[in-house]
Nanobody, 121 residues
Framework: QVQLVESGGGLVQPGGSLRLSCAASGSIFRINDMGWYRQVPGNQRELVASITAGGRTKYSDSVQGRFIIDRHNAEKWISLQMNNLKPEDTAVYFC???????????????WGQGAQVTVSS
């Protein structure tokens, strides 16, 4: 099995910064795309940022220029540095990894447990 464990999150004032981390462990041959999603009650989960195994990144328009996604392939973790946070960034953030467990297998998507980020004065 594969586990994704998140850390970070919390309460921050508008304009502040937070960092989320997510470590993958278990039966892993290779990890393809990894990313961060967020969800607020009543809404669908939305992509915040993603990063390929080769380091290519993509950001949603709402966080472009404020958030930075990073990845360490050998140690199997990703992070999300969130700067200049706004109240509308308040959500539960989930990390995601597309994991291949055997050399001939297809990838399966795994999710972290979620981390609450609250931006409020």
């Amino acid at each position: 099995q594969v586990q994704l464990v998140e850390s970070g999150g919390g309460l921050v004032q508008p304009g502040g910064s937070l960092r989320l981390s997510c470590a993958a462990s278990g039966s892993i041959f290779r990890i393809n795309d990894m990313g961060w999603y967020r969800q607020v009650p009543g809404n669908q989960r939305e992509l915040v940022a993603s990063i390929t195994a080769g380091g290519r990144t993509k950001y949603s328009d709402s966080v472009q220029g404020r958030f930075i996604i990073d990845r360490h392939n050998a140690e199997k973790w990703i992070s999300l540095q969130m700067n200049n946070l706004k109240p509308e960034d308040t959500a539960v953030y989930f990390c995601q990894a597309d994991v291949v467990q055997t050399w001939h297998g297809a990838s399966d998507r795994y999710w972290g447990q979620g981390a609450q980020v609250t931006v409020s004065s």
